[in-house]
């Protein structure tokens, strides 16, 4: 049984101001500045100052978010009371944040990973107007229903929340049906375009390549892949899964019921993570570290 485990924040977490901690802490700062050479930019400037327009571009959120996720872990393990994790998971792209913490990724892998993965995502929405929209209140079966042309199911992120995704007019009709079913509320989410909807197939298929040039190594501790909800450790089953994740949906709901832990702590900015891990186990304990 799983005592403690690791989460790391998605895309949309970010905000100006986050990182302000590496002010203080030498060892976050610097892994700012290695993310920022391999970048281009000054990643702890544009975190902490923005502008907000910079910082959502998914080419920059992206690897920002991984390097934030580590650095606030290492800033929290200076306390020295921050125990040994035995899982580790994360929010599509905290999936990536979670494999670097874990050792399957070298740091700077994946770093230029999700910096390229940014790219690929947003190539993709440039090429097919689309978008996300979170359903609430209605259950799996109903909106898979729902669901019909090119749009799918994105997120399973807790009970009665889910997320479609795909293109523009599929998604306009997915969510009146999502309506007509009883949905207690259908919102629509303000992001760039169909993100773990087959819109990414383009994206799919080069994350599929990059990865494959990169070694990927069996991590210290298992990471659940947000594919099948499974804790992988098989360096070809980690590269499948995180190539099929641009696409497929994120089993968040299942991931967090598999982990089963008694205590989680939720490295990124915003406290998403946590909430969801109260609404799916009410009784586990969740710290959130940002």
Same mark, same amino acid.
């Given at each position: 049984?799983?005592?403690?485990?690791?989460?790391?924040?998605?895309q949309?977490?970010q905000?100006?101001?986050?990182?302000?901690?590496?002010?203080?802490?030498?060892?976050?700062?610097?892994?700012f500045?290695?993310?920022?050479?391999i970048l281009?930019?000054?990643?702890?400037?544009?975190?902490?100052?923005?502008?907000?327009?910079?910082?959502?571009?998914?080419?920059?959120?992206?690897?920002?978010?991984?390097?934030?996720?580590?650095?606030?872990?290492?800033?929290?393990?200076?306390?020295?009371?921050?125990?040994?994790?035995?899982?580790?998971?994360?929010?599509s792209?905290?999936?990536y944040?979670?494999?670097?913490?874990?050792?399957?990724?070298?740091? &700077?892998?994946?770093v230029a990973?999700?910096?390229?993965r940014?790219?690929?995502?947003? &190539?993709?929405?440039?090429a097919?107007?689309?978008?996300?929209a979170?359903?609430?209140?209605?259950?799996?079966?109903?909106v898979?229903?729902?669901?019909e042309?090119?749009v799918?199911?994105?997120n399973?992120?807790?009970?009665?929340q889910?997320?479609?995704?795909?293109?523009?007019?599929?998604?306009?009709?997915?969510?009146?049906?999502?309506?007509?079913?009883?949905?207690?509320r259908?919102?629509?989410?303000?992001?760039?375009g169909a993100?773990?909807?087959?819109?990414?197939?383009?994206?799919? &298929?080069?994350m599929r390549?990059?990865?494959?040039?990169?070694k990927?190594?069996p991590?210290?501790?298992?990471?659940y892949?947000?594919?099948?909800?499974?804790?992988l450790?098989?360096?070809?089953e980690?590269? &499948?899964?995180?190539?099929?994740?641009?696409?497929?949906?994120?089993?968040?709901?299942?991931?967090?019921?598999?982990?089963?832990?008694?205590?989680?702590?939720?490295?990124g900015?915003?406290?998403?993570?946590?909430?969801?891990?109260?609404?799916?186990?009410?009784?586990?304990l969740?710290?959130?570290?940002?």
């Amino acid at each position: 049984m799983v005592t403690t485990a690791f989460l790391f924040s998605g895309q949309g977490a970010q905000a100006v101001g986050m990182g302000s901690f590496a002010l203080q802490f030498a060892p976050a700062a610097e892994l700012f500045r290695r993310a920022g050479e391999i970048l281009g930019i000054d990643l702890l400037k544009t975190c902490l100052e923005g502008p907000q327009e910079t910082l959502n571009r998914t080419d920059v959120c992206q690897p920002a978010l991984l390097v934030h996720g580590l650095a606030a872990l290492e800033w929290r393990r200076s306390r020295g009371d921050l125990p040994e994790a035995e899982a580790a998971a994360g929010l599509s792209l905290g999936e990536y944040t979670a494999h670097v913490f874990a050792g399957s990724l070298t740091f &700077e892998d994946g770093v230029a990973l999700v910096m390229k993965r940014g790219r690929y995502m947003q &190539e993709a929405c440039d090429a097919t107007p689309s978008g996300m929209a979170s359903i609430l209140g209605l259950d799996r079966a109903k909106v898979a229903q729902a669901c019909e042309g090119l749009v799918d199911v994105a997120n399973l992120n807790g009970p009665g929340q889910i997320v479609i995704s795909g293109e523009a007019k599929a998604l306009e009709a997915a969510v009146a049906k999502c309506k007509a079913a009883g949905a207690r509320r259908a919102i629509p989410l303000k992001v760039a375009g169909a993100y773990h909807s087959r819109v990414m197939k383009s994206a799919q &298929e080069k994350m599929r390549q990059e990865l494959a040039q990169v070694k990927i190594a069996p991590p210290r501790i298992p990471v659940y892949a947000n594919v099948n909800a499974k804790p992988l450790t098989d360096p070809g089953e980690i590269r &499948e899964a995180l190539a099929a994740q641009v696409c497929g949906s994120v089993l968040w709901e299942d991931t967090i019921r598999a982990i089963g832990a008694k205590t989680y702590f939720e490295f990124g900015p915003g406290r998403l993570l946590a909430g969801l891990v109260f609404k799916i186990d009410p009784a586990a304990l969740c710290e959130s570290v940002e």
